[in-house]
């Protein structure tokens, strides 16, 4: 699913191509796509994108008459920008924006249609669409570290959490926990101030440098290769691979269609993560998500 940095890098390249332009046509190809009735999204056509915004992981186009679309790339979303009229590619195609200048085309890979529209009326009917987390560039330590201690998560989960913090996911907090030196399974009832420090200046840090990676390229060219798995990061997508930090290989816990990616000597002083216990979760039982595998490492009440 596109991250914060990756949603900021469609903002950069999306402005100059739509913010001013009038919407001339519409193309809705998939009959999942739009998750509204009213108003309806032909009432954007030959109305003018007055401004662009991100909502958690949604990307926001305003719209003359108070009006916003809200797009949720959800998985496998994507966009492209293709000339003018340009048709919807086979089986991957869900709609077609046309301007002017270009057609902004909306796809998803794969059999399932997770990707999602919304057309809203008002600062009111957008708000329904905000998960709820905080931003982090908002944020001074202290309340960072107020979130985080909220409800006792392990700190994978809760950087993960929507409602917690806004636009981090699977890949982005991979890279955060490594910076920070912290193990993704750390409770957060147990975190120190000082491990508390450390994970907001990673967290920071880490957001910052991929968002001005990802925007200087989107300036170039508009983002054609939208992934989890990038050059250049630490741990995410690296398993096997020597960690940047101490050469120790990059270990990863996998359950569902996610994975948590980690390096032993760095985060978990020496310690793999898949303990007895959870090799025999491999085999029998694994959990099916960050919550259910929460569950079966969840710390007795103190």
Known sequence: MPELPDI????????PRVVGESLRGLRVKSPFLVRSIAPPIESLVETRVTGLRRLGKRIVFAFEGDRFLVVHLMIAGRFRWRKPGAGLPGKIGLAAFDFDDGALLLTEAGSKRRAK?????????????????AEIADLDVARFAALLREENHTLKR????????????NAYSDEILLRAK????????????DEVTRLFDATRTVLDEWCERLAAEARDAFPEKVTAFRDGMAAHGRF????????????????????TN??????????LLADRALSQLLKKDWPRTLEELEARRRPPTE
Request: glycine fraction near 12%.
């Open 117 to 133: 529209i919304h057309v809203v009326e008002g600062e009111a009917g957008l708000a329904e669409h905000d998960p709820g987390g």
């Open 262 to 271: 980690y390096c032993p000597t760095c985060q978990t002083g020496g310690k």
């Open 8 to 15: 900021h890098a469609y903002l950069v390249a999306l402005e």
């Open 240 to 259: 096997g691979e020597p960690c940047p930090a101490c050469d120790t290989p990059i270990q990863r816990i996998v359950y569902a269609s996610n994975e």
């Open 158 to 169: 809760s950087l993960t959490d929507p409602r917690v913090f806004s636009g981090i996911g």
């Open 182 to 193: 912290l193990s993704p399974l750390l409770w957060t009832s147990r975190i120190t101030d």
